[in-house]
């Protein structure tokens, strides 16, 4: 049993009449009529009734014809489902991204790209960079979302795209400032009072380039962090924070995350910038992957981005 035979079927049985089914299928009568006795024979009962002036369909012909038609429907979705998974319109996918992500790039890039591809299954999983490239090279996971290191370059293996570049700013105790602790002014608050305020910062096993550019910035302007704690969610960050344990450098998308005893602030001169960008193994070549990294292109591309090695 073929399934050109069961569209043979189907096309008689919908029009009575082999001349007119052999019309709509685009070949001639006999070829037709051949095919469909073939199928009777494979089947071991006929399927319709002839005479020389009518087709009528058998009583088994009759019931087998929904059935037909339910498999052929579903031959009819099951090419559509391969055209939506050969062009990455259906499938799943599965995102990491860092925390500082989430107040940034990441929001409005889960927003385009379920806008364009609504049928695809999107995963995603918060993680640390380092959790993400490890996991990556062991071939978990498509793509993420992470922090470049800054100093080495990534694994040859790699594919990397720089997203957006933003200036950190200064989370402060609420406290501390009405209480005179600290004094900003206009917004802003110096250098000298954030290096002689304890620090709260992700560990450097987590995120080097991130605790690199807060230290250094330390080192720059004449200070040593004093680091009181370590943490690697940012919400947990700001949550220490809020209870008055000390300052914390961030990026200026935390600012979206208001928090109680809180209060952002910039920092004068000129700050340290952090990249966020995006990971992805060059040996994946599924559609879903590319079209997303496409969907990527339509955010703004960091100056100067790191690049694989």
Not at 4 to 12: I, S, Y
Not at 35 to 46: C, F, I, K, T
Not at 77 to 86: F, K, M, P, Q, S
């Amino acid at each position: 049993m073929q399934v050109r035979q069961l569209r043979h079927f189907l096309a008689v049985a919908e029009t009575l009449h082999f001349g007119r089914a052999a019309e709509q299928l685009g070949m001639t009568q006999p070829p037709l009529s051949q095919s469909v006795q073939a199928l009777e024979r494979d089947l071991g009962a006929p399927l319709f009734e002839r005479t020389r002036r009518s087709v009528a369909l058998t009583a088994f012909g009759a019931q087998w014809l929904p059935h037909v038609r339910a498999v052929l429907d579903d031959l009819s979705h099951l090419e559509v489902t391969a055209d939506r998974l050969i062009n990455g319109h259906a499938g799943r996918l599965s995102l990491s991204f860092v925390s500082t992500a989430d107040y940034s790039v990441l929001p409005s890039l889960v927003h385009r790209f379920r806008q364009l591809y609504p049928d695809v299954d999107l995963s995603l999983t918060e993680a640390t960079s380092d959790t993400q490239i490890a996991s990556l090279l062991r071939g978990d996971g498509h793509v993420g979302i992470i922090i470049p290191p800054s100093e080495e370059r990534l694994h040859p293996s790699f594919g990397y795209r720089g997203l957006v570049r933003e200036p950190l700013v200064a989370a402060v105790p609420d406290s501390w400032v009405t209480e005179g602790r600290l004094r900003p002014t206009g917004g802003r608050i110096s250098p000298a009072e954030v290096i002689s305020s304890p620090l709260i910062v992700f560990p450097r096993s987590a995120a080097p380039a991130f605790y690199d550019l807060v230290t250094d910035y330390y080192v720059a302007c004449g200070g040593t962090a004093e680091i009181v704690q370590n943490a690697i969610q940012m919400q947990t960050i700001i949550s220490l924070v809020s209870a008055g344990m000390g300052v914390a450098l961030v990026p200026e998308s935390l600012r979206h995350l208001a928090r109680s005893g809180v209060r952002y602030l910039d920092l004068d001169g000129t700050p340290p910038l952090l990249e966020t960008g995006v990971i992805w193994r060059r040996d994946d070549r599924s559609p879903i992957l590319r079209n997303f990294l496409d969907v990527t292109e339509q955010i703004t591309v960091a100056e100067e981005p790191v690049r694989a090695g």
